[in-house]
């Protein structure tokens, strides 16, 4: 398509409105919340106007590092798990009849009604030693006795992949729906098996929204908060945790402001860091 | 045999009989069109032969093997499809030597026999090209050369020229019967254009309601159609009523055409003649009485639409041959014998 670039200032009128927004929602707020990460911190009320690099300076260190890698870390893990599951599932899906396909949408988004703490606890009885699911494999003789499956990695992860999942196949839904079912007949027809077609077709033809998919369900995951405390252990706990921790309960609002804006940062800087080498890749 | 059979191969979808039934025998290196209305199972008749979809009954047999269990990916077969479905993440080279990548052939082949398939498709030096930045005929020449990298077994094409426009695809018409020729590969094309057909078959099979009508040579298929459906669908033709009098001579519009018999024991049937056949004559004791109601001259041939006994019959000539006809003129219609084929109703 082209397009003029444009050339008074009445050409920009479309763009007044998204600005708008995206300043009252997102420049307001960010802004306050870096001014915030400067001030220092009084004991007696909540912060002192002020510029201190304290905040910043405290967060460099080992323990906050780790917390931060770990954040990353299981950001990724859950985007990965949830794309990897959600990708077969949502195509598979895309091939049932429409009565098929609707039953599940509904179903999935119903799952999306359920708040995080209700997710949280339920999958805390379901992995608990007394009322878990390793009952039933006991029943079933696949266990001897019945174990407790949290708290631990498995368990944060199975919760915040189970939460993000529904997230990750309506976002996949539209694109697998409207992909050319014979791209991956014609592959079938040039001698690719059904697996080989898939992964050498669909794959590929969809890669740049697996790739935002990716992103989307890495950004949810970095600002789960109450999954990581109510499944994990403290080592599991993610920075978003410490956040929540530092302004809710310790009330140092600079220093949750500081590790807010670090968190921001370096997603923002990851984010950049996929594009960019999808860009490269694409090019290629 | 060397070649395709299709064995009594029929396929329900629910209650609904796509192919009822269909045998047909296809020597090596014939080059077969499919031909009929959408919706008279020809689509799926290719895909079953293809493996995309399973007979409910019937065998697929390809040089004596029955490859009907066989899944697609091992058929070694090369298939075009009506939407093309090139990939759109892969170079015009890449497309057509994902067959060959697919096999483990070595990088030096793959290259040596793009090389090959560019060339014989005239589009050499667009092996890098993005596949959205050719034009619809390359396109299609690029979905061919990708079905064609392995030399498969069988060529099979679903309306693959049905996105071209009119002048590029008589073009293709021509284009695609010369390379099957120069390559001898049995070749299977479904259409519902009968010019397409006409020009590059040696075998039309014309399908109605899931059978065939009629499997023939296209030239007998044009002069001898086997039913009224196959003379309607293949080229226009009149179709008029033809009776029996009691002496067993034909009688068209209550004019015995001398010369031309029913089959013992028939009192009623169809006569097709091509309108090319159709001869106009002065007014006379031979000819049929008629007036002719229009006239469309196109330039290279004369379109004369004559009224008679009630029935609307078209004669076509060229203009040296029928130069003065005038709407309103009265004229005998000569039905030569040799050309009216009787068909049962």
Redesign the interface.
């Known amino acids: 398509m082209r397009r003029e670039p444009p050339r008074s200032l009445a050409d920009y009128t479309p763009l007044v409105f998204p600005a708008l927004m995206l300043t009252v929602f997102f420049v307001i707020p960010f802004s306050t919340m870096i001014m915030v990460s400067f001030f220092r911190r009084d004991p007696a009320g909540f912060f002192k106007p002020d510029f201190v690099v304290d905040n910043y300076a405290r967060f460099l260190s080992l323990f906050f590092g780790n917390v931060l890698g770990f954040s990353l870390m299981l950001a990724i893990i859950v985007a990965l798990c949830c794309v990897a599951i959600a990708f077969p599932f949502t195509y598979l899906l895309t091939k049932q009849s429409r009565k098929v396909q609707t039953v599940w949408l509904v179903c999935l988004l119903s799952v999306l009604s359920l708040s995080e703490v209700i997710i949280g606890f339920a999958w805390s009885t379901l992995f608990s030693r007394t009322a878990g699911i390793t009952n039933l494999f006991v029943w079933l003789g696949l266990m001897t006795e019945p174990q407790a499956l949290l708290p631990g990695f498995g368990a944060v992860l199975t919760g915040m992949v189970y939460q993000a999942l529904p997230y990750t196949i309506l976002v996949l839904y539209p694109a697998l729906v409207r992909l ?1 079912p ?2 991956l ?10 697996i ?2 898939f992964l ?2 669909v794959v ?2 969809l ?1 740049n929204t697996i790739v935002a998919t990716l992103i989307m369900v890495f950004v949810f995951a970095l600002g789960s908060y109450l999954l990581p405390q109510i499944l994990g252990r403290p080592q599991h706990w993610t920075l978003s945790v410490l956040i929540t921790d530092q302004a809710i309960y310790q009330s140092n609002i600079p220093f949750a402001a500081a590790m807010a804006v670090f968190l921001v940062l370096m997603s923002l800087a990851l984010v950049g860091l996929t594009l960019l080498v999808g860009r490269r890749e694409n090019a290629g | 045999m060397s070649g395709l059979s299709l064995n009594d191969i029929t396929k329900q979808f629910g209650d609904f009989t796509a192919v009822d039934d269909v045998r047909l025998d296809v020597p090596h290196g014939t080059f077969v069109c499919l031909l009929g209305p959408s919706g008279c199972g020809k689509t799926t008749l290719l895909r079953m032969i ?1 493996g ?1 979809e399973e007979p409910t009954a019937g065998a697929v047999v390809l040089d004596g093997k029955d490859i009907t269990a066989v ?9 075009v ?3 093309l ?1 090139l ?4 170079s015009v080279g890449d497309n057509i030597s ?2 060959l990548r ?2 483990g052939a070595s990088r030096n082949e793959q290259n040596k026999r793009t090389e090959e398939l560019l060339t014989l498709i005239h589009l050499s030096g667009y092996a890098d090209r993005p596949v959205a930045k050719l034009s619809g005929g390359q396109r299609q020449r690029v979905a061919i050369a ?2 064609l ?2 030399s498969p077994k069988l060529f ?1 094409l679903d309306e693959p020229l049905s996105a071209l426009d009119a002048k590029l695809r008589e073009a293709m018409q021509v284009e695609l019967r010369q390379l099957q020729q120069k390559l001898g590969i049995t070749t299977i094309v479904v259409t519902h254009d009968q010019r397409e057909a006409m020009t590059m078959a040696d075998l039309v099979v014309v399908m109605g309601n899931g059978k065939i009508r009629q499997a023939a040579p296209p030239i007998e298929i044009y002069r001898r159609p086997a039913d009224a459906f196959v003379a309607d669908f293949i080229g226009s033709t009149n179709l008029l009523e033809v009776t029996a009098d009691s002496a067993g001579r034909a009688i068209v519009l209550g004019q015995a055409i001398a010369g031309l018999k029913l089959p013992g024991g028939v009192g009623k049937a169809s006569l097709s003649i091509r309108p090319e056949d159709v001869h106009l004559d002065k007014p006379g004791k031979d000819a049929i009485d008629g007036t002719v109601i229009f006239v469309r001259d196109l330039g290279g041939t004369i379109e004369t639409f004559v009224e008679a006994g009630g029935a609307n019959i078209v004669s076509v000539a060229t203009p040296r041959e029928r130069p003065n006809v005038k709407q309103g003129q009265k004229v005998g219609v000569v039905l030569p014998p040799e050309s009216c084929v009787v068909l049962a109703l």
Not at chain 2, 71 to 78: A, F
Not at chain 2, 87 to 90: D, E, I, M, Q, S
């Open positions: 050319d014979t791209l007949e014609a592959a079938r027809t040039l001698g690719a098996s059904p080989r077609a050498n077709v590929p033809a890669r | 293809a995309l899944p697609t990916h091992k058929r070694d077969l090369g298939m499809f009506q939407s479905a990939f759109p993440h892969l994902y067959p697919i096999r990708r079905a990298a392995i099979l």
